[in-house]
């Protein structure tokens, strides 16, 4: 697959994420070399790589808490560090951390407040109830188990109903009922969505395009079929990945 210019696609859709020949760099140490994709609006991608590929660097820079040392990113045509753009966003960083010191409660009433969220006692019940946070709502998140830390992140991440959603490890530290209500969701949204993973299977659940990147640069980038069928019709789809990944197969 062609990797997609900043234009508008069958007369209707643009582009919501792109990346465009971005270097990053932390010390001598090189995150991203040369990245470049982009990801049409309502579409769902995974960014698939290696620990150490680029891949959390990356959506840093698309929530605009990081800046390109070289290229450009963009959300929905504009700079990320903008008050418009974050407005869009909707952000789950791995391993991300609330409010030690607020409540469950409080941590969303303080975010959906901080977003403008329309009607937002109802829109914090209703996500502590899906969440299945009600028994946890007034304990600080200090005290919560990392799974219970997690929910509540979640929901803060989609409390404003986000149009462009980025998500790291999304489903980290979460059992299989909670996975599957975070996935329902997630798809209720109908946002375009970005999925930082190397964990197959979580890719093929939240989306149906990949794109494979390797010291800090794009290798393949297509749909979830487009990558199947690289392989054998009975080869593991991680199999597939880890001879893009390590023969550094260039971009269909």
């Not at 990797?3 to 990053?24: A, M, R």
């Not at 749909?223 to 009975?234: A, V």
């Amino acid at each position: 697959m062609v990797l997609v210019e900043e234009e508008t696609l069958s007369g209707t859709h643009t582009n919501c994420i792109s990346v465009n020949d971005v270097t990053k760099s932390y010390g001598k140490n090189p995150a991203l070399s040369g990245l470049s994709f982009s990801i049409p609006c309502g579409e769902k991608y995974s960014l698939i790589g290696p620990n150490g590929a680029g891949k959390s660097t990356t959506l840093k820079l698309l929530v605009g808490l990081l800046v390109p040392d070289r290229g450009s990113v963009s959300i929905d045509g504009i700079d990320p560090t903008t008050k418009r753009a974050k407005k869009l966003i909707g952000y789950l960083p791995e391993d991300a951390s609330p409010y030690n010191t607020l409540s469950v409660r409080e941590n969303l009433e303080y975010i959906g407040a901080i977003r403008e969220v329309q009607n937002l006692r109802e829109r914090v019940d209703q996500l502590i109830y899906e969440m299945g946070l009600s028994e946890y709502e007034k304990s600080k998140v200090s005290k919560l188990s990392r799974g219970n830390r997690q929910k509540l992140a979640v929901a803060l991440s989609v409390i404003h109903e986000p149009d462009i959603l980025l998500l790291d490890e999304p489903l980290n530290y979460l059992d299989i009922p909670t996975q599957e209500k975070t996935i329902s969701i997630f798809d209720r949204l109908n946002a375009t969505v970005l999925v930082s993973t190397h964990i197959m299977s979580i890719a093929e659940r939240l989306t149906h395009g990949a794109i494979v990147i390797s010291r800090g640069r794009t290798i393949w980038d297509g749909t979830m079929e487009q990558l199947k069928q690289l392989g054998d019709p009975t080869e593991a789809i991680e199999k597939i990945v880890m001879r893009l990944m390590t023969g550094a197969a260039p971009t269909h």
